[in-house]
């Protein structure tokens, strides 16, 4: 089983960055998928999720700038980040979660926005 995200990097603020995650080793298209994002001292925190009849959840603070998807055939989950804030840097991470097996997790990817 793993979840492994690339796409990070270093952008300038109002910018933009694309996420991405393949999967393997999983009944992908039974998994919710998500992003969280840790920022140095703080706990790791919700970005979005992704179910696997397609409908979204998304925090509060990147709603409107921040979109997910996810593609079945590829198992990929995708975040697609637009107008990106220095507040907005992190380490991100991919999830999948399916009730009877738990939330897996990926290594993460950093993100840094400066301003």
């Known amino acids: 089983v793993q979840l492994q995200a690339s796409g990070g990097g270093l952008v300038r603020a109002g910018g933009s960055l694309r996420l991405a995650c393949a999967a393997s080793?999983?009944?992908?298209?039974?998994?919710?998928m998500g992003w969280y994002r840790q920022a140095p001292g703080n706990l790791r925190e919700l970005v979005a999720t992704?179910?696997?009849?397609?409908?979204?959840n998304y925090a509060g603070t990147v709603k409107g700038r921040f979109t997910i998807s996810r593609d079945n055939a590829k198992k990929m989950v995708f975040l697609e980040m637009n107008s990106l804030k220095p507040e907005d840097t992190a380490v991100y991470y991919c999830?999948?979660?399916?009730?009877?097996?738990?939330?897996?997790w990926g290594q993460g990817t950093q993100v840094t926005v400066s301003s």
């Open positions: 992704i179910t696997s009849g397609g409908n979204t």
């Open positions: 999830s999948a979660s399916y009730r009877p097996i738990g939330t897996l």
């Open positions: 080793g999983i009944n992908f298209g039974v998994y919710t």
